[in-house]
């Protein structure tokens, strides 16, 4: 059975940084492939982030250039290291993984969220 549990979320002022991380734990084949979504009031999901089997990493336009995401295989944990935050930032971030990337698009599994706050 896998799970998906994040941590590190939290507030932080516009400009600040953050980083939130997610344990799996069950099959690492598969969660071999992890990314980020996260959703704001209001919006729809978005996908911020992906990180494929091979360390090949994707990133949301709206986040590109500011946030990194990585994973520690032997911990099976996946981080996203979230610099110059902004307001619009503000979301609950969820973990989810796959057996391979391109099923991110709709992963099988996911983890409960963390809240992230940037304040102006």
């Known amino acids: 059975q896998v799970q998906l549990v994040e941590s590190g979320g939290g507030l932080v002022q516009e400009g600040g940084s953050l980083r939130v991380s997610c344990l799996a734990s069950?099959?690492?084949?598969?969660?071999?492939?992890m990314g980020w979504y996260r959703q704001a009031p209001g919006k729809e999901r978005e996908l911020v982030a992906t990180?494929?089997?091979?360390?090949?990493?994707d990133y949301a336009d709206s986040v590109k250039g500011r946030f990194t995401i990585s994973k520690d295989n032997a911990k099976n944990t996946v981080y996203l290291q979230m610099d110059s935050l902004k307001s619009d930032d503000t979301a609950v971030y969820s973990c989810?993984?796959?057996?391979?990337?391109?099923?991110?698009?709709?992963?099988?599994?996911w983890g409960q969220g963390t809240r992230v706050t940037v304040s102006s």
């Open positions: 989810c993984a796959a057996a391979v990337a391109t099923l991110l698009t709709r992963p099988p599994y």
């Open positions: 069950g099959s690492k084949l598969a969660t071999a492939a």
């Open positions: 990180i494929s089997s091979r360390g090949s990493t």
